[in-house]
C-alpha cells in the first residue's frame, strides 16, 4: 500500500502584476495593476507577494504584503495571453505576466498543484477547526494523510 504524501511545491517565482484589490475583472481596462514579487514560502506552503524582490529574500526580509494557501486554491484560471486568476474562499488574485509564455509557467505549475492536491482532500471534509496542511497548523507543522484520516475517525 502506497502511502500518500502532500505533493511536492511548484518551483516557481518572480514578478506579476496584481490587479489592486477590490476591483472587478470587468474593469480591467481602466484598472489599477501593482507590479508585485510572487513566491512559495517553501515552510508554510503559501504563495506570497511582495513590493520588490529584495524585500522576499536576504538578511532584511519583509512581511509579506499578502498570500494565500496553496491548499485553499479552488481554481486557477486563465483569462487572455498574459493574465490568469488564483481563485480560493478568503481571496481571489487577478494576475498578469510578462508574457504568453510566463503565463503558461505560473498557471501549469499553479493548476498542478491543485489537481495533485485535491484528491488527498479528505472526503468528507474536515471540520474548518481541524488541521489539513501546514498553511493551518498554529505552528506551520505538516500534518500526515494518516494523521488527518485518525482525527476524521475521533471525530465520529
Not at 518551483?11 to 502584476?17: R, S, T, V, W
Not at 495533485?116 to 471540520?127: D, E, H, Q
Request: glycine residues 4%; aromatic residues 8%.
Amino acid at each position: 500500500m502506497s502511502v500518500k504524501r502532500e505533493p511536492d511545491l511548484p518551483d516557481i517565482e518572480g514578478y506579476l502584476d496584481k490587479l489592486k484589490h477590490r476591483q472587478s475583472a470587468l474593469t480591467l481596462i481602466t484598472s489599477s495593476w501593482n507590479r508585485r514579487w510572487f513566491s512559495i514560502n517553501r515552510a508554510t506552503r503559501q504563495l506570497e507577494y511582495f513590493k520588490s524582490e529584495q524585500d522576499a529574500t536576504g538578511p532584511g526580509r519583509m512581511k509579506p504584503l499578502g498570500s494565500v494557501c496553496l491548499c485553499d486554491v479552488t481554481a486557477v484560471r486563465q483569462y487572455d495571453d498574459t493574465s490568469f486568476q488564483i481563485e480560493s474562499p478568503s481571496r481571489t488574485f487577478l494576475l498578469r505576466a510578462d508574457s504568453r509564455a510566463q503565463r503558461i509557467v505560473w498557471v501549469d505549475a499553479l493548476e498542478g498543484y491543485v489537481k495533485r492536491w485535491k484528491p488527498l482532500k479528505v472526503s468528507p471534509p474536515l471540520p474548518p477547526s481541524s488541521i489539513t496542511c501546514r498553511c493551518h497548523s498554529p505552528a506551520g507543522a505538516l500534518v500526515s494523510l494518516s494523521d488527518m484520516l485518525t482525527l476524521q475517525a475521533n471525530l465520529k
